[in-house]
C-alpha cells in the first residue's frame, strides 16, 4: 500500500523547471534511493513533497490525503519530515536543543530524547555542544536524529553522504539501518550509487526534472543506472515499478 | 561622591533605556526588522494606560488590560503590516515602519491633541532613599531598574528554556529549516511581535510614570531605544542592557558638566561606538553598515 503519491508535479525555480511532471509512488515500510546527476531535480522534488517548495501543478498524496497546499510544518505534522541537503542544524543552538525544537513541532510517538540517545549513543556526550562546533558526520547524525525527534512515518534525506568522511558515512548509513528497523518509510536522495543499492530497495533515478529509471534494487543492473545518470537512456522502461 | 550619584543615577536611568529597547532588539533578533515605529508604539502604550487610568481603573488594571491591548495590537501589526513587508526584502520594513510612526503620531495628535500628559503615580514619583548626604535614589527609578532586570531575565529564560521560546531562536537562525522541522515560522514571528510590542507598552507606560508625553514624542523614544541596542549590539538582550546603562550614564555625567550636555553626551557615546565599530570592523577586512551595527554579515 502506497503511502505517498506524486502526480504529475511541476516545480520551478524562477523560470527554471527543475521538477517535470514526475509521478512517484512510495510504498509503507518501503526505501527508495532517487539518484541523478547534479541538476536533476533531486532536491527540488524532496523539498517539494516536505513544503518547503511550492509545486507549480500537480498533487502530493500523503496518507491518503492531498498535502500538495500545506505548509512545511503542517506536513510535519501529518508525518512526512525533510532532512535537508547541507545538514541545516541550527548553528548557535546546542546538539539538544536541535532536537528539542523538533520535539515541539513534531508528532508524539516512539522517538524521545532518550530512544534518540539510544538509538545514537555517539550524539549523547554532544548534547552541550554548539551545533556549530560539530563535526560533518556529528551534524549528520544530529540531523537525521533532530527530523526523527518529529516522529516522522515518511523521511526524506538529502545527500546523506554528502561532504563526510568515509568513517563518517559508515556511522551515518548505520543510523539509516536503525531507522529502517523501525519500519520508517525512506527516500533517500543520494549521489553515492553503491551505498545507495546497499541500502534501498528501489531505485529512481532523474534527469533534467523527469524520471528516466525505476526499479527495484535487486533487478535492476548498475549499468542501467549509469546509462540513466548520464542520459543515455531515455524513458520509464529501465526494471519494474 | 557626586560622580557616584551621578553613575548611579545613570545606571537606573539605563534601566528604562534598556526596557524601551528590549522590544526593538527581539523584533530584530527574530525578525530581522529594524522597526522604526517602536518608540511611537510605546507612546501609544502610555496614552492607553493613561487613558484607562483617567476613565477611574487603578494603575495596576490599566497596565495589566493597556498590555494585553499591546500584545494585541503587536499580532494585528505583524499580520497586517510587517509580515507583507518582510516577503518584499529588508529594508522594505524600514520604509513601511516609517510610515506607520508617522500615523500613529498623528492618529494620537488628532485624538488627544498636542497637551502633555503623565500618569498619576502618586508619591512612587518623588519619593526616594537617602544612601549618604549626597547620595539619593529614587524609588520609581529603582522600580523601573528592576523591572528591566526581570524582563531581560524572564526573556533570557523564555528564549532559552521554553519550547516555544527555542522556537523563536531557530526560526531567528534559519526560518524555512525551522518549518521544515515543524515550527509554524508565522506563528513564532507573530508571538514574537506580540511581545515585543507589549514590552514597547510597558516601557510606555513608565516614560508616563517618570515624564511627559504628547503625540510626537515617539521619535526620541526610538532615538534612545536605538542608541541602546546598537552600543550592546542589535539581538542581543542583555547587550541591551549594557546598551542602556552606557547611555544612561553618559547623560547623567554630561549632565554634571552642564544640564544641556545631557542628552549630547549620550548621542557621542553612541557615535564614538559607531565609530570604533567601523574602524575596527576596517581592519579586519569587514565593514560597512552591518559592522557598525554590531551585526555579522
Known sequence: MSILRVEQLNAHHGLLQAVRGVSLSVGEGETLALVGANG????????????GHRASSGTVVFGGADVTSLPAHRRVRRG??????GRRLFPEMTMEENLLVAARGGRKGEWSLSRVYEAFPILHPLRRKRAATLSGGEQQMTAIARALMT???????????????????????????????????????????????????????????????????????????????FGLRRGNGGGET | MIWLNQIIQGVLLGGYYALLA??????????????????DLAVVGAFLIWWLHDRGHSIAVSLAVGLVAMALLGVVLQRAVLERSLRAGVLVPLLTTFGLAIVIENLLFQKFGADIRSLDIGNLAFDGWKITNEIYV???????????????????????????????????????????????ARGVYLAAAAIAVATAGLAGAFLGMRATFDAYAGPTQLIFAFEAVVIGGLGSLWGTLFGGIAIGVAQTVGAQFDPQ?????????????????????????????????????
Not at chain 1, 42 to 50: H, M, N, S, Y
Not at chain 1, 162 to 177: D, F, K, N, Q, W
Not at chain 1, 212 to 229: F, K
Not at chain 2, 278 to 293: C, D, H, Q, S
Open chain 1, 40 to 51: 536533476a531535480g533531486k532536491t527540488t522534488l524532496l523539498r517539494t513533497i516536505a513544503g
Open chain 1, 80 to 85: 512526512i519530515t525533510l532532512v535537508p541537503e
Open chain 1, 151 to 229: 516522529n516522522p512515518t515518511l523521511l526524506l534525506i538529502d545527500e546523506a553522504s554528502l561532504g563526510l568522511a568515509p568513517v563518517a558515512v559508515e556511522r551515518v548509513y548505520e543510523s539509516l539501518e536503525t531507522v529502517v528497523a523501525t519500519g520508517t518509510t525512506l527516500v533517500l536522495v543520494e549521489q553515492d550509487l553503491g551505498r545507495a543499492l546497499s541500502v534501498a530497495s528501489r531505485i529512481v533515478c532523474m534527469l533534467e526534472g523527469r524520471i528516466v529509471l525505476e526499479g527495484s534494487a535487486t533487478e535492476i543492473t548498475r549499468e542501467q543506472i549509469v546509462e540513466a545518470y
Open chain 2, 22 to 39: 528590549t522590544g526593538l532588539s527581539l523584533m530584530f533578533g527574530v525578525m530581522r526588522i529594524i522597526n522604526l515605529a517602536h518608540g
Open chain 2, 138 to 184: 529614587g524609588r520609581l527609578p529603582v522600580l523601573i531598574f528592576v523591572v528591566a532586570l526581570a524582563m531581560l531575565g524572564g526573556l533570557q529564560l523564555f528564549l532559552s528554556r521554553a519550547p516555544l521560546g527555542r522556537a523563536m531562536r531557530a526560526t531567528a537562525q534559519d526560518p524555512d529549516t525551522a518549518e521544515l522541522v515543524g515550527v509554524n
Open chain 2, 261 to 297: 550636555w545631557s542628552i549630547l553626551t549620550g548621542h557621542l557615546v553612541f557615535l564614538a561606538v559607531m565609530t570604533l565599530r567601523l574602524i575596527k570592523a576596517a581592519a579586519e577586512g569587514r565593514g560597512g553598515f552591518m559592522a557598525a551595527l554590531g551585526m555579522e554579515a
